[in-house]
């Protein structure tokens, strides 16, 4: 008989008790069960944040559309704060950049707009829409290099650019310096059959602002101005009227003398002649069903202007119907007293209590004050701060009351205060802007780089500063400015090639001369109008020795009034280097009292002592 043998067990298992052998059963399992669940919960928290995250998205998207409904309606302090909820719950959602850029863009607040404009772009988020606010904003605050691919953009859109953006790309091309471009792009805007009323009236004004007064396209222009003002029923007319009287009529401090005016206001505009009359501009303002009391006013300050001997009646009369009306023609009827030099009349029907009301009314208050002499109560005023300013202005406008009090030391601080206070880049602009007109240099350059350090990427206080280089006669400063302006833009030519002048002027040659020549060459078979490129390839010429090319540098183009002085002085160089003693002289005549550089008036030196003998 065959035994089968027994299973072999370890001697520890056969000596186990069954209740251990099941509690580690147990335990395996609550150890497996506590892995597991960990591993459940880790992966449910990150779900969890996704989830939140998904969530907290679509929350913010839906609050900036809801701002962006808003923002249509104009309606800007609730749209600030859908748009301020919508970042909140996410600062990483394209459309809530959308708000916030075209919220700031239509409030006016271009440079942060283009920071946000900069972000979608980036995204590759920008819709046709967004790309015309770009553009817009770009072309407000001076970026042109910024506006220029935007614009680029919507020109080359399927189906051809809609009227608005040529009217974009006409804009760029005046600000360009180039009217021939500028004048297509209003034309073709005013010949499509799509363009809207509005955007007629805009192409029509671009048009006046670069076609000469005899030529047809200005007449024509004018003409769809005057359609639009004769057609009440027509959403422009009012405004086609407004800008039909305005330039006829006073408009601004700037035709008084505004010398002591703190605010500063300075608007001009052109007045040509329409085929309109006055009178019927004056009449329609009046009955146009629209019309507000600001418009009634404005037709009274045309008939004045057209019957001299009736101005005082008119403004009488004015003053007796607007005295107690609304801001807006407040506003107006002070602008209006002012350059009429009517000052103590405009505190008369603008008591302090009422200029209280408004910071504009305030400043017409403060501008009043300060043309009749009477700076200690400006100074009074500002510092009992009855009405709250920003800080910066508060303290700018007291610098102008001290300085005409012969206070220097405290005029010196409060504009340093004033810089001080300025906490954005929109304040320091608005700060070097003023300081600039006021004649306070020094402040003016500082507030601009102030406004460089918010804004490092904002051309416009480059541009600003390189200016008031030149105006002080601080060349090497100037090109300092300019190399920061050109990397800022390096696809800027025309910045280039005022880097490329101002390195001449400082003594460039050889090498740098001939490349300088090459290069301006090429912009001004780009643009042959361009006195400043060829002033470069002519003082690159004289820098190489070689006056002949030097001087025909200049040749095919005429010096006119408003030509700039700078290259003058370097073409009287050249037809001295010539033997054209006569011209050069009487270049050199021209230009004794002209702004120039210290180094353009080095080049004319020999030739105004020879006029001085």
Same mark, same amino acid.
């Given at each position: 008989?065959?035994?089968? $043998? ?5 001697? #520890? ?8 052998? +099941?509690? +580690?059963r147990?335990?395996? *399992? ?17 779900e ?16 900036? @559309? ?28 394209p459309?809530?950049? +959308? ?26 988020k ?9 553009a ?6 001076? =970026?042109?290099t910024t ?26 091309a005046?600000?360009?310096g ?13 010949? #499509?059959? @799509? ?8 192409a ?9 007064? =005899? ?6 222009a004018w ?68 019309? @507000? $009391? ?28 607007? +005295? ?21 009349t ?16 305030y ?8 043309a ?15 009405f709250?300013?920003?800080?910066v ?12 009090l012969? =206070?220097?030391?405290?005029?010196a ?14 304040q ?34 480059y541009e600003? *500063? ?30 280039r ?71 003058l002085?370097v073409?009287?160089?050249?037809? #001295? ?9 009487g ?9 120039l ?7 004319i030196?020999?030739l105004?002592? =020879?006029?001085?003998?």
């Open positions: 008989m065959k035994l089968t $043998p027994r299973p072999s067990v370890s001697a #520890d298992q056969d000596l186990t008790p069954p209740e251990e052998l +099941r509690a +580690r147990i335990r395996r *399992r609550v150890l497996i069960a506590v892995i597991l669940t960990g591993i459940l919960t880790v992966a449910g928290w990150y969890a944040r996704h989830v939140s995250h998904s969530i907290k998205a679509w929350h913010s998207r839906r609050a900036a @559309r809801e701002a962006s409904a808003l923002i249509e309606k104009a309606e800007w302090k609730a749209a600030e704060e859908k748009a301020r909820d919508a970042y909140l719950l996410s600062s990483t959602e459309e809530t950049w +959308r708000a916030i850029g075209r919220l700031t863009s239509r409030t006016g607040q271009n440079a942060p707009a283009l920071d946000w404009w900069r972000k979608l772009d980036q995204a590759h920008l819709t046709l829409d967004d790309r015309r606010e770009y817009g904003s770009a072309l407000a605050a001076g =970026e042109l506006a220029a691919p935007q614009i680029d953009a919507l020109l080359a859109q399927p189906g051809g650019p809609a009227p608005r953006d040529e009217l974009f790309a006409g804009n760029l005046v600000r360009r180039d009217g021939a471009s500028a004048l297509d792009y209003a034309e073709r805007a005013l010949n #499509d059959s @799509r363009s809207k009323p509005n955007e007629v009236f805009s029509a004004i671009l048009t006046l602002s670069v076609a000469g007064p =005899e030529s047809t396209s200005y007449a024509s003409k769809r101005i005057e359609d639009l003002a004769r057609d009440s029923a027509n959403v422009i007319s009012l405004d086609a009227l407004s800008f039909l009287a305005q330039q006829r009529a006073p408009t601004s401090p700037s035709e008084g003398d505004n010398s002591t005016a703190l605010s500063l206001a300075q608007t001009a505009a052109p007045r040509p002649v329409t085929a309109l009359s006055a009178a019927e501009v004056a009449d329609r303002l009046e009955r146009h069903p629209k019309a @507000r $009391p600001y418009h009634q006013l404005l037709a009274m300050k045309l008939r004045a202007r057209e019957q001299p001997s009736r101005a005082d009646e008119l403004l009488n009369q004015a003053i007796a119907r607007f +005295r107690n009306s609304d801001d807006e023609t407040l506003l107006a009827l002070n602008i209006w007293l002012y350059t009429q030099k009517r000052y103590q405009m505190l008369d029907v603008m008591p302090l209590q009422r200029a209280l009301h408004r910071r504009e009314l400043l017409q208050y403060l501008d009043a004050l300060g009749l002499g009477r700076f200690q109560e400006v100074r009074d005023l500002l510092s009992s701060e009855r709250r300013l920003d800080p202005f508060q303290h700018m406008y007291l610098a102008t009351a001290r300085e005409q012969k =206070e220097v030391a405290g005029s601080n409060e504009w340093q205060r004033a810089l001080e206070a300025a906490a954005d880049a929109n320091s602009m608005a700060l070097a802007t003023y300081a600039e007109r006021a004649g306070a240099s020094d402040i003016a350059d500082s507030a601009y780089a102030r406004a460089i350090s918010f804004a490092p990427n904002l051309r416009v206080p600003s *500063r390189a200016r008031l280089a030149r105006a002080r006669g601080e060349t090497a400063k100037a090109k300092e400015i300019l190399t920061q302006i050109c990397r800022l833009s390096p696809a800027d030519d025309l910045a090639n005022d880097r490329t002048y101002i390195s001449l002027l400082l003594g460039a040659s050889g090498a740098d001369a001939e490349r300088a020549a090459r290069e301006a060459e090429l912009l001004v078979k780009r643009e042959p109008m361009n006195w400043q490129a060829r002033a470069t390839v002519s003082l690159a010429e004289l820098r190489l020795g070689h006056p002949a090319a030097a001087l025909k540098a200049f040749s095919g183009i005429k010096a006119v009034e408003g030509s700039p002085v700078g290259p002085a073409r009287a160089a050249a037809l #001295d280097a010539n033997g054209w003693k006569e011209g050069a002289k270049d050199a005549r021209t230009l004794a009292a002209a702004p550089l210290p180094e353009e008036r080095a080049l030196a020999p105004s002592r =020879e006029n001085g003998k």
